[in-house]
């Protein structure tokens, strides 16, 4: 294994590289990045980088062609797979299309005496993108190219005929940072800013999957999100993904695109995954079977190089010090024995394996016998000849865009097999036997195991280092760190083993009308109110329940003894789970009805560990983990300790009939009233936080209160019928207005809340907002109207993670619509009082730090030119104030 890194390749004053690829017949490599003042692509000769005696020779020339038409930085270089074009995306919106021309050599313009000697034209120029274009990828057969931008869609041109589009994908709501192709011709993925990786169907270009679980809680802190198919077409690798609060590239399987896997030992987030486009084979040890796996590569913004070989448990190699910035691509050579990758520090390094340590490569007939065991069928000759690396085309309408072919096969043929052979293994069955290079730091057999409480594994391998000395050709490299895995490990956390029996019943619509304060209040409780629990305690709660009549309701409440919780499956047995039985008209004594609470210890105690009787009929119901919360027809509410019954409070008194029962885990209490009242206590310092404020100045006629809740802020939240959302500010003694879906505001903007989960407490109120047409054809200030509204809201609701999504957002659109005095206000807020326009001295804001914020935000501002010079005036006054 050998490391070469010539200083030779660079753009001028080693500005930033964004991406390399290998020509696809080799000899050749392209860059895209900054040049002088826009963007460049570069052609070099690959011969003087992996030999030494062509690097010397004067007569071999190391650059072939420069090209510097965009008008903004390149963002992606991608060679068709025969080789023909070259296209090439960036910043200007523009992706283009080069092709080589018979011309001669020439010397470059300005270029200070270099000569390209190579003629590269622009042929094509496609310009439907409203972003920046920020990946490239030709399909299988070339016929296609996929182009994703920061206007959140991929087009797929007909490469045939550009600049004709075939089709346009929209689903994603935020920026496409990545595309690539499914090897056998069947899918194509994406993924985005929005948190989310996406499978589209080439058939009819519909979408097969959408995973986000293993996203949420990435930032946007990559300028790629390069994802990559495995040559088999049975795996699909992600870019950044969290697994356990650390980063991982996810993996997803073709069969049931299950992903519960995943690449794990980088600091940083995951830019880049590129996977060999061979297969490859090794001898098992005293056999005479062979295994057969794939090889993929990994880029960080940890300036590190992660190679795995999917028969192992643990990488090949990590190559931690050969880069000073975020990797941001990634290359193999047709081969596969050639790996490049480029830096944001300009520069480009280039790592030699021999076939002893990564295998040798399948041939094209042990490919196609492995292609006809997945999927049921073979390589035709003729269609080796047109496509390079042995591509298999399954979808019909790929296959009649080539009038070359002479055959298809019938549709049965085509049928995919699902199955994978028993010989193609993934890394957690198959033990490594791979003969790595001495001066390659690996682990040894010795492995620190821990079992985690949600009862994953975490094995950490302890490091042997080789006493060797480093030569110019071999470099020692250390691991990531020893505290990180480096196994595939499940990224989905094990679902609880306290078993919870739920159970909501709504209360039902009063249908007086409510045009007079003396008349009742409609109101439909849905019985979804959230409620934030501790660490290791599970609740059950009937938040609101009608009691009509003798009816008997069962009220259960389980939650963990106060010792610290264990970390195995004997959680279970300590469960202590309570049962609150509500029953009316229990009692007839001289005509008048008792109504009873009883409270039971399941599952030892057969018998009430406390009971009391209530005068009238129980008509709402809420429990936690200390009181007991009754409120009677007779207007009283009622206040019990759930351990031992005894009364917390005197009764207290309602003006009217409760309709909407909230109480939250620290005993703040919100009652609503059949007139439209609105009370909240602190139960536990007996305390009144709000008091008889009236919800009715909020409705109309023909709406209903959905329901009413207590935030995780502590603030009243009201629901209607009409969508809108409103919190009552203790502080102001005002309402506030969260969410108001006929709002034109909202529904220009409708469509970009669809990119937070919809559990975040904002997004759950303004999940049924109406979306209206495309984003892009709306004019710049209402967007960022929206926007705006968004992280008030947020403020108010006390979200943390939707306040940082929403900022980000105007951050984003900020920098691609302006205005800058807008985007400097944000900016002069994070760096602190001596740049505010408020008052205000906290470093802090929802408890995320500001100047962490604050250079979450340079960081997208340096990707962007036309803002550099803004970007370097308050990155030095961010670096000064930090050396104060």
């Excluded at 193999?332 to 520090?345: E, F, I, Y």
């Excluded at 009608?546 to 963990?560: E, Q, R």
């Amino acid at each position: 294994m050998h490391f070469l890194k010539p200083d030779w390749v660079n753009h001028d004053d080693n500005k930033p590289i964004f991406s390399v690829d290998i020509h696809p017949r080799g000899g050749k490599f392209a860059t895209g990045g900054q040049g002088g003042e826009g963007g460049r692509v570069v052609i070099w000769n690959l011969a003087p980088v992996l030999d030494e005696e062509a690097e010397l020779n004067k007569n071999v020339p190391k650059m072939l062609c420069q090209m510097d038409n965009h008008l903004g930085c390149v963002n992606i270089v991608r060679w068709s797979n025969e080789g023909h074009l070259l296209a090439s995306g960036g910043d200007d919106k523009l992706v283009m299309i080069w092709k080589l021309t018979g011309e001669g050599s020439s010397t470059i313009f300005g270029g200070s005496g270099k000569v390209n000697h190579e003629t590269w034209r622009c042929s094509a120029t496609l310009n439907s993108h409203n972003g920046d274009v920020l990946d490239l990828a030709w399909a299988p057969h070339d016929g296609w190219l996929a182009s994703g931008s920061v206007d959140n869609t991929v087009i797929i041109w007909n490469a045939n005929k550009f600049p004709e589009k075939v089709t346009v994908l929209k689903g994603h709501m935020g920026l496409v940072k990545g595309v690539t192709w499914d090897p056998i011709g069947k899918y194509i993925a994406s993924q985005s800013d929005d948190r989310s990786l996406r499978v589209w169907r080439t058939a009819d270009w519909a979408q097969q999957e959408v995973i986000t679980d293993c996203f949420v809680d990435c930032s946007a802190t990559t300028h790629v999100l390069r994802l990559s198919w495995s040559p088999d077409g049975q795996y699909l690798v992600s870019a950044h993904a969290m697994n356990g609060g650390g980063s991982t590239a996810q993996i997803i399987e073709r069969d049931g695109w299950k992903h519960d896997k995943d690449f794990v030992g980088h600091r940083k987030a995951v830019t880049c995954v590129r996977f060999n486009s061979n297969i490859f084979k090794k001898v098992i040890s005293g056999s005479p079977k062979f295994q057969q796996y794939c090889c993929c590569a990994i880029g960080s913004r940890d300036c590190s190089l992660s190679v795995w070989l999917t028969n192992l448990k643990r990488p090949l190699v990590v190559i931690k010090d050969l880069f000073e910035d975020s990797i941001l691509d990634l290359s193999w050579s047709s081969d596969g024995m050639n790996l490049l990758a480029c830096s944001w520090d300009g520069t480009v390094a280039c790592i030699s394996f021999s076939p002893d340590e990564i295998g040798k490569p399948l041939t094209t007939d042990e490919k196609n016998i492995l292609y006809e065991k997945i999927y049921g069928k073979t390589l035709q000759k003729n269609w080796n000849q047109c496509f390079t690396g042995s591509q298999i085309i399954e979808n019909p309408e790929m296959l009649q865009t080539l009038d070359s072919m002479a055959q298809i096969q019938s549709q049965e043929d085509k049928k995919e097999v699902t199955t994978a052979p028993k010989s193609l293994v993934i890394p957690e069955v198959i033990k490594s036997d791979v003969s790595l290079s001495p001066n390659v730091l690996v682990p040894t057999n010795k492995q620190i195991e821990t079992v985690l409480p949600s009862g994953k594994r975490r094995i950490t391998p302890m490091l042997l280092t080789p006493a060797l000395t480093p030569t110019k050709d071999s470099l020692q490299l250390p691991f990531l760190n020893e505290e990180t895995t480096t196994s595939l490990s499940k990224s989905s956390p094990s679902k609880s083993k306290i078993v919870i029996e739920t159970r909501k019943e709504v209360i039902k619509d009063v249908t007086v009308p409510s045009q007079a304060l003396s008349e009742p209040l409609r109101v439909r409780n849905t019985g979804d109110a959230p409620i934030v629990h501790p660490p290791g305690v599970q609740v059950t709660q009937l938040m609101c329940t009608d009691v009509p009549g003798d009816k008997a309701v069962v009220h259960f409440i389980d939650m963990l003894p106060p010792q610290k919780m264990p970390s195995d499956a004997s959680v279970a047995k300590k469960t202590m789970t309570y049962k609150v039985q509500v029953t009316n008209s229990c009692q007839v004594v001289s005509k008048n009805k008792f109504s009873k609470i009883e409270v039971f210890k399941l599952p030892e105690e057969i018998h009430p560990v406390w009971e009391t009787y209530l005068g009238s009929s129980i008509r709402c119901l809420a429990s936690n983990l200390h009181v007991v919360i009754a409120c009677c027809e007779d207007l009283s509410m009622n206040c019990f300790n759930i351990k031992s019954g005894a009364r917390t409070l005197p009764s207290l008194h309602i003006e009217d009939l409760v309709v909407s029962l909230s109480l939250t885990e620290n005993s703040n209490c919100l009652v609503l009233t059949r007139t439209g009242l609105l009370y909240m206590w602190d139960l536990q310092k007996a305390k009144a936080l709000v008091n008889r404020v009236s919800v009715r100045s909020l409705i109309s006629n023909n709406v209903t209160v959905n329901g009413c809740r207590i935030t995780s802020s502590g603030q009243p939240l009201v629901t209607l019928s009409d969508g809108k959302a409103f919190s009552y500010s203790c502080d102001l003694q005002t309402w506030v207005l969260l969410s108001n879906p006929v709002d034109a505001i909202s529904k220009a903007g409708g469509s970009m809340s669809r990119s937070v989960s919809n559990i975040l407490p904002l997004a759950s109120l303004q999940k049924a907002m109406p979306v209206q047409g495309n984003n892009d054809s709306l004019p710049s200030g209402i967007i960022l109207s929206f926007l705006e509204n968004q992280i008030a809201a947020s403020t108010v609701l006390q979200s943390a993670s939707e306040f940082k999504h929403w900022l980000i957002t105007t951050v984003n659109h900020l920098l691609d619509k302006g205005p800058e005095c807008r985007l400097r206000f944000i900016l002069d807020d994070l760096m602190g009082p001596t740049h505010s326009f408020s008052n205000k001295k906290e470093g802090v804001i929802l408890g995320i730090s500001k100047h962490s914020l604050l250079n979450e935000i340079l960081g997208i501002i340096k990707t962007k030119l036309p803002w550099q010079r803004l970007y370097n005036e308050y990155k030095e006054q961010f670096e000064l104030l930090n050396s104060l």
